[in-house]
């Protein structure tokens, strides 16, 4: 079974940085590409950032590009968001998703809360 488990979570103030990862377990093949998702409350499921396991690497809300990075450590079966300058409209609940194609995804964790105070 696929499992998806986040850490890195965690109250910073603005201009601040966190690093999450999302560790997953099971057959590589149903976690090809993964996905850093978030929502705030009130506010629409939004994907953040994508990375599949022959590197390709997307960051999709034009809101982080240039301060978050995905990256992946195939060895660990872990993908990391690296977020830096952080503003406190990044506060949400941060999820890893995963898929066997980066159109779909099938398994996702519980979620690690990033809390940004001005």
């Known amino acids: 079974q696929v499992q998806l488990v986040e850490s890195g979570g965690g109250s910073v103030q603005a201009g601040g940085s966190l690093r999450l990862a999302c560790a997953a377990s099971?057959?590589?093949?149903?976690?090809?590409?993964i996905h850093w998702f978030r929502q705030a409350p009130g506010k629409e499921h939004e994907r953040v950032a994508s990375?599949?396991?022959?590197?390709?690497?997307?960051v999709y809300a034009d809101s982080v590009k240039g301060r978050f990075a995905i990256s992946q450590d195939n060895a660990k079966n872990t993908v990391y968001l690296q977020m830096d300058s952080l503003k406190p409209e990044d506060t949400a609940m941060y999820y890893c998703?995963?898929?066997?194609?980066?159109?779909?995804?099938?398994?996702w964790g519980q979620g690690t809360q990033v809390t940004v105070s001005s």
């Open positions: 998703e995963a898929g066997p194609s980066c159109e779909q995804t099938d398994y």
């Open positions: 099971g057959p590589t093949s149903r976690t090809y590409c």
């Open positions: 990375i599949n396991r022959a590197g390709f690497t997307a």
